[in-house]
């Protein structure tokens, strides 16, 4: 008998997040009658380009490094319970992932676990690195560094055809957010390319689910104006979309959070530059009309999601080697720490021009002005402020010479002795960067692929 209803929980908003999650949304899934099943979402720009990097230099796998932390403990139970898995933890290399997943089901004795990959997102398999660099990028800067990869956005089709190849867990790289939960919506409903409505559904679900316990209520907390309970125990959400194109937002019974109107309204604008064309590879998503209601206890339904076909082109991100960022930090606390912390950044400016020190660095009183400020310190310079207090002093450099940023990082060390009283709780760190940038290409150059494991 056909499904009316599908349940998709989302265990992972960013690579990262919380591990203990599943359990409350696998036993939530356990009590629902239909198709089911668990997302990971942990891929962001810049994770997939950190991950690329990590490849690229030999430091990591080139797939998510916690994909053992969230697949591991709920293979079995997925399983036995009929519900299926779908992620990103692919990341920059998911034949690598595929074979770990692989590994992992074997030594918990699941033989007869299918797994899918959904590879095609490497524009460098396709085409050269010459010719990505001549691309117009959307922010307007030129693609002018190394190139340590180009991935562009998937869409659902891949991942519904993987399900339809009947994985158990389907496993992906680049894709937009919404696909993971899409991509289910399409296989489950056999949706066409014509029936905006319900991609527009799916894609809503998706949009709302992809960030985890964001929509039941841990971002939209800030007390006392808006108080939400128990949010060390947060509960991940559950989406129940039908094949009518309603959509309910809840979460596990017993656990932390909530779920309301304003909860909901807020993840729906969240990243969505034009409420009326949210542009994703699947469909031009338009929730411009779309009605949310408290239908009880941490349940919010929306209806009117409408849909117009999807742009002619996919975007794709660039990412380009930017060398390393070096990281210093030194603490004054107590009567007169900020004039110290002051003079401790006067005393390094002026070291950085006697060592001839030529890489940008900025500086930072953390408390005072970090955040909102530039890198020429313009809000700390014409602000006044406690003299007494706790304030950090963050020195940040970026170079491709490691042994410009280590100078960097000694001359703060070196205020323990030199500098103004009190230095305490000196720490640096050195760590290789990337830069991004958006292009646009053509849909048919990406060579996408779904194979089993």
Same mark, same amino acid.
């Given at each position: 008998?056909?499904?009316?209803?599908?349940?998709?929980?989302?265990?992972?908003?960013?690579?990262?997040? *919380?591990?203990?999650?599943?359990?409350?949304?696998?036993?939530?899934?356990?009590?629902?009658?239909?198709?089911?099943?668990?997302?990971?979402?942990?891929? /962001?720009?810049?994770?997939?380009?950190?991950?690329?990097?990590?490849?690229?230099?030999?430091?990591?796998?080139?797939?998510?490094?916690?994909?053992? *932390?969230?697949?591991?403990?709920?293979?079995?139970?997925?399983?036995?319970?009929?519900?299926?898995?779908?992620?990103?933890?692919? #990341? !920059?290399?998911?034949?690598?992932?595929?074979?770990?997943?692989?590994?992992?089901?074997?030594?918990?004795?699941?033989?007869?676990?299918?797994?899918?990959?959904?590879?095609?997102?490497?524009?460098?398999?396709?085409?050269?690195?010459?010719?990505?660099?001549?691309?117009?990028?959307?922010?307007?800067?030129?693609?002018?560094?190394?190139?340590?990869?180009?991935?562009?956005?998937?869409?659902?089709?891949?991942?519904?055809? !993987?399900?339809?190849?009947?994985?158990?867990?389907?496993?992906?790289?680049?894709?937009?957010?919404?696909?993971?939960? =899409? @991509?289910?919506?399409?296989?489950?409903?056999?949706?066409?390319?014509?029936?905006?409505?319900?991609?527009?559904?799916?894609?809503?679900?998706?949009?709302?689910?992809?960030?985890?316990?964001?929509?039941?209520? /841990?971002?939209?907390?800030?007390?006392?104006?808006?108080?939400?309970?128990? =949010?060390?125990?947060?509960?991940?959400?559950?989406?129940?979309?039908?094949?009518?194109?309603?959509?309910?937002?809840?979460?596990?019974?017993?656990?932390?959070?909530? &779920?309301?109107?304003?909860?909901?309204?807020?993840?729906?604008?969240?990243?969505?530059?034009?409420?009326?064309?949210?542009?994703?590879?699947?469909?031009?998503?338009?929730?411009?009309? &779309?009605?949310?209601?408290?239908?009880?206890?941490? *349940?919010?339904?929306?209806? @009117?999601?409408?849909?117009?076909?999807?742009?002619?082109?996919?975007?794709?991100?660039?990412?380009?080697?930017?060398?390393?960022?070096?990281?210093?930090?030194?603490?004054?606390?107590?009567?007169?720490?900020?004039?110290? #912390?002051?003079?401790?950044?006067?005393?390094?400016? *002026?070291?950085?021009?006697?060592?001839?020190?030529?890489?940008?660095?900025?500086?930072?009183?953390?408390?005072?002005?970090?955040?909102?400020?530039?890198?020429?310190?313009?809000?700390?310079?014409?602000?006044?402020? !406690?003299?007494?207090?706790?304030?950090?002093?963050?020195?940040?450099?970026?170079?491709?010479?490691?042994?410009?940023?280590?100078?960097?990082?000694?001359?703060?060390?070196?205020?323990?002795?030199?500098?103004?009283?009190?230095?305490?709780?000196?720490?640096?760190?050195?760590?290789?960067?990337?830069?991004?940038?958006?292009?646009?290409?053509?849909?048919?150059?990406?060579?996408?692929?779904?194979?089993?494991?």
């Amino acid at each position: 008998m056909e499904a009316d209803t599908i349940f998709v929980a989302c265990a992972a908003g960013f690579g990262g997040d *919380r591990f203990d999650a599943s359990g409350p949304l696998i036993d939530h899934l356990s009590t629902c009658s239909g198709p089911r099943y668990l997302i990971f979402e942990t891929l /962001a720009e810049r994770t997939l380009a950190i991950a690329q990097n990590q490849m690229l230099r030999g430091d990591g796998p080139g797939y998510s490094e916690f994909l053992e *932390r969230y697949l591991e403990p709920v293979l079995a139970d997925c399983q036995k319970a009929g519900i299926k898995i779908v992620t990103n933890l692919g #990341a !920059a290399n998911v034949a690598g992932a595929g074979t770990r997943a692989r590994q992992l089901a074997d030594e918990l004795g699941l033989r007869d676990f299918k797994i899918a990959l959904v590879e095609g997102d490497d524009l460098l398999s396709v085409t050269s690195e010459e010719a990505i660099s001549e691309m117009a990028t959307m922010e307007g800067n030129l693609i002018e560094r190394p190139l340590v990869g180009a991935n562009v956005y998937l869409g659902a089709r891949p991942i519904a055809e !993987a399900l339809r190849l009947g994985a158990d867990l389907v496993i992906t790289g680049r894709c937009t957010d919404a696909a993971l939960t =899409l @991509g289910p919506v399409v296989h489950e409903f056999e949706v066409s390319d014509e029936d905006m409505h319900m991609l527009a559904a799916g894609t809503l679900a998706g949009h709302l689910l992809e960030c985890g316990p964001q929509v039941t209520g /841990a971002y939209y907390a800030d007390p006392p104006y808006k108080n939400v309970p128990d =949010l060390a125990n947060v509960g991940y959400p559950v989406g129940e979309i039908g094949r009518d194109g309603d959509v309910v937002i809840t979460k596990p019974c017993g656990t932390g959070g909530l &779920v309301s109107e304003g909860t909901v309204k807020e993840q729906i604008l969240y990243e969505m530059h034009d409420p009326a064309n949210y542009l994703t590879p699947d469909v031009t998503l338009d929730v411009s009309q &779309v009605n949310v209601a408290q239908t009880g206890p941490d *349940r919010v339904r929306l209806r @009117g999601a409408a849909g117009k076909p999807p742009p002619a082109t996919l975007k794709a991100t660039v990412s380009m080697d930017a060398g390393f960022l070096g990281e210093a930090e030194m603490s004054y606390a107590g009567p007169n720490a900020r004039a110290r #912390a002051e003079l401790a950044i006067e005393i390094l400016r *002026r070291r950085f021009q006697r060592l001839a020190i030529t890489c940008p660095v900025r500086f930072d009183i953390l408390g005072v002005s970090s955040i909102f400020d530039d890198d020429r310190g313009t809000l700390r310079a014409g602000e006044a402020g !406690a003299g007494d207090g706790d304030f950090r002093v963050r020195v940040a450099a970026r170079s491709d010479d490691k042994d410009e940023l280590e100078r960097v990082a000694l001359e703060v060390y070196s205020l323990w002795v030199t500098g103004p009283a009190g230095g305490a709780g000196f720490r640096k760190q050195l760590s290789s960067k990337v830069k991004t940038a958006s292009v646009l290409v053509d849909p048919a150059l990406p060579d996408v692929s779904v194979r089993l494991v």
